[in-house]
């Protein structure tokens, strides 16, 4: 097979490493409560000495669950033709920055990896520009969204798309054995250099990695250590980096193109900075 993994091979291509285990979920909190924990969120971090994916989990968990007490406005970034695709409750409550599978260059029968996938808006579109032959798989540090995406992809019928939960430091994947990756507004959560690192070993030749998310613009100086500070882990302006500093990092794990793509967005710090491998690498 060329371009994509089959679900047939697929305990035989993953390398389940240090995953968070699967428990359940299905806790029913009221308006009241979730607002509450929202609220006092900050000093729940401090008092229980929460490490950095437990508090982005157990944040993000605390958004969606108050999302889903609203009929919610469906995400700018994408279209009314966007929702004839995606589930409701997808299409609704969405975070993505912006519609990024139309830079990814996804082919029919491409295997696609959504990194920090969320409730797998990102992943659905993948799976429709990569046809019933490709695979996507879409990977996320929330339980809770990983459940819903897992929920929205079998009642739409997407069988060949598959959501773990884990972290994006350590994707649970073999060598070099995907075409596309998307980071839709998730790479600000994550440790940048790791995960260029892990991103670089399980791409292709020629593979293309997009990254959409908030830039530090080059004349605005770095806020030193603002992203060790547990308040900061899940506001995405404290650990940006320069698109050139970015550029650097990739280049020192092998991809050889960099370019940056600004949002039509007015924030010009906001936009996609898309990485490909180069083609003589084995």
């Not at 979730?34 to 437990?54: I, M, N, R, T």
């Not at 994947?173 to 600000?188: E, G, K, P, T, Y």
Request: charged share 25%.
């Amino acid at each position: 097979m060329t371009g994509i993994f089959s679900f047939t091979l697929y305990t035989r291509i993953v390398k389940i490493r240090n995953m968070c285990p699967e428990k359940s979920r299905e806790i029913n909190l009221t308006l009241d409560q979730v607002q509450s924990a929202l609220l006092s969120f900050d000093q729940k971090v401090v008092e229980k000495k929460l490490g950095k994916h437990e508090v982005i989990e157990k944040y993000f968990e605390l958004q969606a669950r108050l999302a889903a007490f609203s009929q919610g406005e469906p995400n700018p970034a994408y279209s009314q033709d966007d929702s004839k695709i995606l589930p409701v409750g997808v299409y609704r409550f969405t975070t993505g920055m912006q519609h990024v599978i139309p830079f990814a260059g996804i082919k029919r029968n491409d295997a696609v990896l959504d990194v920090g996938c969320g409730i797998g808006a990102d992943a659905y579109f993948a799976a429709v520009a990569s046809g019933p032959l490709g695979r996507v798989l879409g990977i996320d540090v929330c339980g809770y969204l990983i459940d819903r995406a897992k929920a929205w992809a079998a009642d739409k019928g997407f069988r060949h798309v598959r959501f773990v939960h884990g972290p994006a430091e350590e994707l649970p994947l073999s060598d070099r054995i995907i075409d596309a990756a998307v980071l839709n507004h998730s790479f600000h959560l994550m440790d940048h250099e790791q995960v260029i690192k892990e991103l670089a070993r399980v791409m292709k030749r020629m593979g293309r990695v997009i990254i959409a998310d908030v830039f530090r613009q080059p004349d605005a100086p770095p806020k030193k250590g603002a992203f060790e500070q547990p308040s900061n882990w899940i506001h995405f302006a404290a650990g940006a980096k320069s698109f050139d500093e970015y550029r650097e990092m990739a280049k020192k794990y092998g991809f050889h193109s960099s370019r940056f793509v600004r949002s039509s967005g007015a924030d010009p710090s906001c936009g996609c900075m898309i990485i490909e491998r180069m083609p003589t690498l084995a």
